[in-house]
C-alpha cells in the first residue's frame, strides 16, 4: 500500500503534495509530500507511530507562525494540529486546550469565563502546542506562566509533564528543536478577574501592538530572540538596515526586527536577509544574534528514543 493510502486510513484529511506557503503566516515554502489533519489524539499517537516505522521525516506544525520553510519543499509528512481544537474548563481556574487551539480562542474563551492571565496573548496568532513550545510571550508575560501541565506523546507512550520538567526559558522549552515528541493538550491555570477588566487589558493590548507592530505584510514576527538587555531590532536600526532588501524579503521599516515578505520572497532570500543582519550586527557592535524563528527543512525524522 502507498503512504498515502496508508495515511488516509488512520486520518482523513490527508493530503499529497500541499503548498507549504499556505500553512505558514511566512507564505514561504515549497511542497510538502504529506500533510496530515489529525482530529483527535489517538490520531495523531498513529501518524506519529506510523512516521517512526516507515522512517518519514516528520514535522508537527500549529499555526506555522513562527516557522521559515524551505523553498525545496518537505518530502515527509506534516503532521498539522489544527484541528485538535477542543477547549474546556476542568476547575474553577483551569483550562485545558487540545494542541491546536489558536491563542486568540483561548483568550476569547478566558475573557469569557472571567478568568485572567492570558491578555497578553491576545493577537498572538500561534497556537497553544506552538506557544509551550517557543514559550511565547508579550507584555511582560510569558506561556510558562500560566502552564500547569502538557500532555505529550514519546516514545510509544503518552506523558502528563508538570510545568517543573517543561524547563521554560527566553522563548525556549524543553520541546523547543526536540523531534521524538508530540504536544497533545495543555492544562492552564488562570486567576479569577472581573470580565470587564480583561477585556480592557486585552483591547490596550491589541491597541499597543498595532502602533508598533502592524507590519502589513506577511511575516513570522521577531526573527531573532532578545538576549538579556540586547533588543535586537534596536541594533538592526542602528546598522542602517532598516528597509533593506534581498528579492521580495525585506526588514520591516515599521519594526527592524521583523522580516515581511512584499509577496514573492523565497526562503533563500529571508535567509540571506538573515545572514547579512547577523554579520552587519557582528560587525558593528560584537553581539551575535540568535533567530527565535525554527527552520522547516530536510532531514528531520521523529525518533523513538
Ligand atoms: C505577526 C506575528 C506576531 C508575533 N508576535 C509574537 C509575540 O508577540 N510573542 C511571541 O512569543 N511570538 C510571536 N510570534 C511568533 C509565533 O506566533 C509564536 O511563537 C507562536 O507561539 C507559534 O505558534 P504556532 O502554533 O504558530 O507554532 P509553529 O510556528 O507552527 O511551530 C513553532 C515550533 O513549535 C513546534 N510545534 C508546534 N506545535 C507543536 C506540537 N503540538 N507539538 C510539538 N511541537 C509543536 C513546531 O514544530 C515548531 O518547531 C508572532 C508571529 C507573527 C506572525
Redesign the pocket.
Known sequence: MSVLTDLKKICTHTFENFSLRSL???KIGGIAKYVVYPEQAAQLREVFDYCIEKDLDC?????????LADDNGFDGVIIC?KK?NQISKISPCRIRAG??VL?SSIVRFCAAEGLTGLEWAA????????????????FHG??STVVESVT?YTSGKTEILPKSKLFFDY?HSV????KN????EVVLKLKKGSPEQINANIRQNVLA?AST?N?GYA????VFKRQGKVIPARLIEECGLKGERIGDAMVSPVHSG?IVNLGKATGSQVSALIKKIKERVFNKFHEQLEC???F?KGENKCKDS
Open positions: 505558514t503566516t511566512f514535522f508537527v506544525l500549529g499555526a506555522g507562525s513562527n516557522v494540529t485538535l494542541a491546536g491563542l493577537n498572538i496568532p500561534g497556537t497553544i502546542g506552538g506557544a509551550v513550545v517557543m514559550n511565547a510571550g508579550a510569558q506561556i505529550v522563548r520541546f523547543t528543536n526536540s515528541c508530540v504536544i497533545m501592538r507592530q507590519v511575516s513570522a514576527g521577531s521583523y527565535e524563528i525554527i522547516l
